[in-house]
């Protein structure tokens, strides 16, 4: 019996979409780092990536790729969030790159790398307009690039990347990815050799490649939440890959109340629990359901996907779910199970609650 709420992971189904996905890429000469940081470095998520056709597994926690590293290690890692410096020794154990911005961090990986007899891989990160990560000039970027280059020896300067959709809602559009593209050429005439990679963003890049605008010169991408959940992207960026699927996950939860109750809450004042004040369409009573679920196991219970046609989610709190159900055919009852399909922040939550379980199955 399984305990609920639970996500119900299907596996071949995610396999699928990770061949999908790194076949399409694949024809247009790029690889892939599947990006698991959404399952908290759930092993089994990584070999599904890997064995679809992810070249290397990619999380922006150590500690999840320390997971992979000790469940399979044969499969390479990527750090996608800089390390600081005094946690330069275990980046260099567990992950076999990662992306860098400081010198300060660079030498402190340089040093660790050195004490433990390893080569470590950097990609240094240049802001195109996103404004996270990365150094926000060319000349800083070839400062940087020359410094690894000679003088830590002990780093293999693998590449140079961008990102993009994060803190700034930018976009990848032709414009910053040509300059990313020319950044690269840059950075090659200076160290006079090719970069093994450049990384050109995450799953909205998808979205140029399809259309055909992505440089040449790009040839990596980091990619999690589009194998995981095209969902996501379809109701936000209305882009779909031909061949995903979108049932790779779903949240299940008992009924733990079924009732009629007014839509209008009497004699409200203040604000809710979450300090925002809500107005409600008085629509007389209606037949609701509780369950057993909240944000603290979902997070934003507003973009859960209800399964069940004509049920309405009307809000909730730390650990209730409430929703309308007058239009469903089906008459609900106390113990029945609810199924909901989620947004790629709901999936994130669901998997970094310990009282939300993981089903697989094949």
């Known amino acids: 019996m399984n305990h609920y709420p639970y996500i119900e992971v299907n596996m071949e189904l995610l396999r699928q979409n990770a061949r999908t996905v790194c076949g399409f890429c694949r024809e247009n000469g790029i690889d892939v780092a ?11 998520i990584a070999k599904a990536y890997h064995e679809g056709g992810c070249k290397e597994i990619a999380s922006s926690r150590i500690a999840h790729l320390k997971r992979i590293r000790e469940t399979d290690p044969g499969i390479p890692t990527l750090l996608i969030r800089a390390p600081a410096p005094e946690e330069a020794e275990e980046a260099v154990r ?3 790159s990662s992306l860098e911005t400081e010198l300060k961090t660079l030498t402190a990986l ?27 000039t060319e000349e800083e970027l070839l400062s940087l690039a020359l410094a690894v280059e000679n003088r830590l020896p002990a780093l293999n300067l693998r590449g140079i ?15 910053n990815l040509t300059r990313l593209s020319k950044a690269a050429e840059l950075v090659e005439q200076a160290i006079g050799r090719p970069l093994e990679t450049v990384s050109g963003g995450s799953s909205g890049s998808l979205i140029p490649l399809f259309r055909g605008e992505l440089p040449e010169k790009i040839n990596h991408l980091r990619i999690g939440g589009y194998i995981a959940n095209p969902l996501t992207m379809r109701l936000n960026r209305d882009f779909r890959l031909p061949g995903m699927n979108e049932g790779t996950f ?11 109750k ?16 809500i107005e409600y369409e008085d629509l007389g009573v209606r037949n609701r359901v509780i369950a057993a679920l909240g944000s603290t196991d979902a997070g934003t219970l507003a973009n859960l996907l209800p399964m069940e046609e004509g049920l309405k989610i009307l809000g909730g709190s730390s650990d209730h779910l409430i929703l309308d159900t007058e239009d469903a055919a089906k008459k609900f009852a106390v113990g029945d199970e609810l199924c909901f399909r989620m947004r790629y922040e709901n999936l994130l939550r669901a998997f970094l609650s310990d009282d939300v379980s993981k089903v697989f199955i094949e």
């Open 262 to 277: 007014p839509t209008c809450p009497e004699n409200r004042s203040g604000k809710n629990w979450e300090g925002k004040s």
């Open 94 to 96: 567990f992950c076999d």
């Open 161 to 175: 990347g961008a990102s993009f959709c994060c803190f700034g809602s930018v976009l990848p559009d032709r414009e």
């Open 110 to 136: 340089n040093g660790a790398a050195e004490k433990l007899g390893e080569k470590h891989s950097v990609i240094l990160m240049l802001d195109v307009g996103d404004l996270r990560e990365g150094v926000l």
């Open 34 to 44: 599947g990006v698991i940081k959404f399952s908290d470095g759930c092993p089994e």
């Open 250 to 260: 779903l949240l299940h939860a008992r009924i733990i109340e079924a009732n009629r």
